[in-house]
């Protein structure tokens, strides 16, 4: 009845490099386009994303992150490049 895609995650140590692998792996999934296409200067919402989405992609990243993370998080960081800036220099990552 009801379908649950299987959430990606990052194998081995958590890095910089990784996590925004993981955002263009997610956001393509979600926008149903070729990951190549990704521009992670890109704001979400030009990708279309919108409210319930960015919550389901929060939420998600909470899993890979290990971390209770704002809903609003995609909107205060609008864009991949962003958004693994800020977590990386939150959870002290690598590249």
Do not use: N
């Not at 296409?37 to 979400?44: G, I, L, P, Q």
């Amino acid at each position: 009845m009801f379908r649950r895609t299987k959430i990606a995650t990052i194998d081995g140590e958590l890095t910089h490099d990784k996590l925004r692998g993981w955002l263009v792996t997610e956001l393509a999934r979600r926008v149903k386009c070729p990951e190549s296409e990704v521009d992670t200067a890109k704001s979400f919402e030009a990708y279309g994303l919108d409210s319930r989405t960015a919550v389901q992609v929060s939420g998600a990243l909470e899993k890979v992150v290990e971390r209770r993370l704002s809903p609003a998080i995609l909107f205060d960081h609008p864009t991949i490049d962003d958004l693994a800036a800020y977590l990386s220099q939150e959870l002290r990552l690598h590249s």
